[in-house]
C-alpha cells in the first residue's frame, strides 16, 4: 500500500488549504483512512480520520474548522482547512489502516504565520 500526499504550504492566519492522500489500493479494502498530525516537539496527532463503517472522527482542535472527504472512484481522501491558526503548522501525514497494518504517507508540511 502506497500513499501519496500533496497540498501542504505556507498560509497566513485565516487562509485555507487543501491536502489530498491517494492510496494505491481500493479504499473500500480499508477499515480506515485519514490524517495526522506532528508540531515540533509533540506527539503525532489524530486530526481526522473516517471509517468504512461511516464514521467521521475530527480532533477537538479542529472540529468545525476542518473537513474529512472522500473521493472513492479515485480512492482519494482530502482534509480541507479553514480557517487555518497558527497552532495548526505542522507535518501532515496521512494515514491508511488494513486493519492489520498502519501505512503512513511521506508527510506534507502546512506552516501558518503572519
Known amino acids: 500500500v502506497q500513499l501519496q500526499a500533496s497540498g501542504g504550504g505556507l498560509v497566513q492566519p485565516g487562509e485555507s488549504l487543501r491536502l489530498s492522500c491517494r492510496v494505491s489500493v481500493s479504499i473500500f479494502s480499508l477499515i480506515g483512512m485519514g490524517w495526522y498530525r506532528q508540531a515540533p516537539g509533540k506527539e503525532r496527532e489524530l486530526v481526522a480520520t473516517?471509517?468504512?463503517?461511516?464514521?467521521?472522527n475530527y480532533a477537538d482542535s479542529v472540529r468545525g474548522r476542518f473537513t474529512l472527504s472522500r473521493d472513492n472512484a479515485k480512492n482519494t481522501v482530502y482534509l480541507q482547512m479553514n480557517p487555518l491558526e497558527p497552532e495548526d503548522t505542522a507535518v501532515y501525514y496521512c494515514n491508511a489502516n488494513t486493519g492489520f497494518v498502519n501505512y503512513w504517507g511521506q508527510g506534507t508540511l502546512v506552516t501558518v504565520s503572519s
Open positions: 473516517f471509517t468504512n463503517s461511516g464514521r467521521t
